[in-house]
């Protein structure tokens, strides 16, 4: 079992950075791949960026690439999204996940079996 708790979202001017953590519990974290997700009001949870156990690879959906980061520290059993050059269409609640050890990396949610409940991430124009 894993439990997942994100943290770092706030409101940030267009422009800015915020970094997001997803702490981890459980001996498995560190054999499993991980994810961010959004969502917006009235949208479907999308995909954001995956990376697998060891952090050598790395998946990104388009709208982010080059400016955003996914990493992870499993001696801290946490990971991270370093989010630059933010806009507000990245306003959403943000959500980390986690597979059971599979170790991979992945864009669908399905492949996902735990998940954090979310940190606002609110982007001024």
């Known amino acids: 079992q894993v439990q997942l708790v994100e943290s770092g979202g706030g409101l940030v001017q267009a422009g800015g950075s915020l970094r997001l953590s997803c702490a981890a519990s459980g001996r498995i974290f560190s054999n499993s791949g991980m994810g961010w997700f959004r969502q917006a009001p009235g949208k479907e949870r999308e995909f954001v960026a995956g990376i697998n156990w060891s952090g050598g690879s790395t998946v990104y959906v388009d709208s982010v690439k080059g400016r955003f980061t996914i990493s992870r520290d499993n001696a801290k059993n946490t990971g991270y999204l370093q989010m630059n050059s933010l806009k507000p269409e990245d306003t959403a609640v943000y959500y980390c996940?986690?597979?059971?050890?599979?170790?991979?990396?992945?864009?669908?949610?399905?492949?996902?079996?735990?998940w954090g409940q979310g940190t606002q991430v609110t982007v001024s124009s």
């Open positions: 996940a986690a597979d059971r050890g599979v170790r991979r990396t992945s864009a669908t949610r399905i492949n996902y079996d735990y």
